[in-house]
């Protein structure tokens, strides 16, 4: 059974700093991975999709890598701001109907 | 842009009462998912849709029940409400494929059994 595991659980840095937020996954047998970004309350917004024969998807200053042999991506953060402060969520999907297995999230704080 | 919407925000019902959580999509996806958050547990697959009238359990299917009669609409029933199922409930649809599209959420619908 894929298990997606997401630490730490929160991080608090200061604003400007360029960051890395990590996930892994026991079954490399995936279709995709899906970082999400989740604001208190709200439902999930989908930030980046890296399909399994790719290494890297980027957005702005979002950048997310997927290692699909160690089971590992990672969301890169360039350049914090205030406005980044939210949970962020990674998914795989490693089955037909895109169904997606969720870590829990890491919850992150930008001070001003 | 893919817009997934919930009837509800917020919702406060009584236990023993059944509710209809709705969700409608409006770019024509095959897939429709209904999920639960709850702290520490992160988000758990209740049911999913790949077709109208069509359904399977996912991962937490006990208590619940489905309906897709459109395409556009996926319905979450809960018989007789129990306080355990006070949860943020979460709705999402994809195309349909190898598990290569995106989901895309709707807000979500805070409910609380009393």
């Known amino acids: 059974k894929q298990e997606v595991t997401q630490i730490p659980a929160a991080l608090s840095v200061p604003e400007g700093e360029n960051l890395v937020l990590n996930c892994s996954f026991t079954d490399s047998a995936i279709y995709n991975l899906q970082w999400f970004r989740q604001d208190p309350g709200k439902g999930l917004t989908s930030l980046l999709l890296?399909?399994?024969?790719?290494r890297e998807q980027t957005s702005g200053r979002l950048n997310a890598s997927l290692d699909k042999s160690s089971g590992r991506s990672t969301l890169y953060i360039a350049a914090s701001q205030p406005g980044d402060s939210a949970t962020y969520l990674c998914?795989?999907?490693?089955?037909?109907?895109?169904?997606?297995?969720f870590g829990k999230g890491i919850t992150l704080s930008v001070r001003p | 842009d893919v817009k997934v919407t919930q009837s509800s925000r917020y919702l406060v019902k009584r236990t023993g009462e059944k509710v209809f959580l709705e969700c409608v999509q409006d770019?024509?996806?095959?897939?429709m998912f209904w999920y639960r958050q709850d702290p520490g547990l992160g988000l758990r697959l209740i049911y999913f849709s790949y077709d109208v009238k069509m359904k399977e359990k996912g991962d937490i299917p006990e208590g619940y029940s489905v309906s897709r009669e459109k395409k556009e609409r996926f319905s979450l029933i809960l018989e007789s409400a129990s306080t355990n199922q006070t949860s943020m409930y979460l709705c999402?649809?994809?195309?349909?494929?190898?598990?290569?599209?995106?989901?895309?959420f709707g807000p979500g619908t805070r409910l609380t059994v009393t």
């Open positions: 998914a795989v999907s490693t089955g037909a109907n895109s169904k997606l297995t």
């Open positions: 770019m024509d996806h095959e897939n």
């Open positions: 890296i399909q399994s024969s790719q």
């Open positions: 999402a649809s994809s195309p349909q494929g190898q598990g290569a599209y995106e989901q895309y």
